[in-house]
C-alpha cells in the first residue's frame, strides 16, 4: 500500500456518538473509515472491501461483536480487529483475543489510545507509516 492511498478502517458501533468521534478524530488522517452500527453491516462491508484495521463494539443488536469477529476473520483473517467495550470483563476480552482480536479498548474512549492502537495495527501490516495522526 503506497502513501499516496487512504488505508481503510472501519467503525461497527451502535452508539451514533462513538462513530462521530471516530469520524472526527480521523478526519485529518489518510483513512477511509466506513461505519457500521451492528455485525451484520460490519460483515456486509468486510464482504465488499479489505478492511485493514476494524473497532468492533462488543454489545451490538443483531450481531454481537464476539460473533461479529468470529466470522470476520474467517472472512478476512489479516484485518487488525480491535474489540471496544463498555465492560471491563476480563473472560470476555480473552474470549475476544483468543478469537483473533488483536486488542481491546474500554469506553469512555481516549483519541490518544485510539491512535496508538490504530498505529500498533497499521504496523502489524507493514504500513504504519501510511496514516500520519496530527
Not at 474470549?95 to 474512549?109: D, E, Q, S, W
Request: with cysteine.
Amino acid at each position: 500500500m503506497s502513501a499516496n492511498l487512504q488505508v481503510p478502517i472501519l467503525v461497527a458501533d451502535d452508539d451514533p456518538d462513538i462513530l462521530n468521534y471516530f469520524r472526527a478524530i480521523f478526519k485529518s488522517t489518510q483513512s477511509h473509515l466506513y461505519y457500521a452500527a451492528n455485525g451484520i453491516e460490519a460483515l456486509q462491508i468486510a464482504q465488499k472491501r479489505k478492511i485493514e484495521v476494524a473497532f468492533i463494539d462488543i454489545n451490538m443488536p443483531k450481531l454481537d461483536g464476539l460473533k461479529t469477529l468470529t466470522k470476520w476473520k474467517a472472512m478476512q483473517p489479516d484485518t487488525q480487529i480491535v474489540i471496544i467495550s463498555s465492560y471491563s470483563d476480563g473472560n470476555l476480552v480473552r474470549t475476544a483475543i483468543r478469537n483473533g482480536a488483536f486488542t481491546y479498548l474500554f469506553k469512555p474512549l481516549n483519541k490518544m489510545d485510539i491512535f496508538s492502537v490504530t498505529f500498533k495495527c497499521l504496523k502489524n501490516v507493514g504500513i504504519e507509516d501510511v496514516v500520519s495522526f496530527q
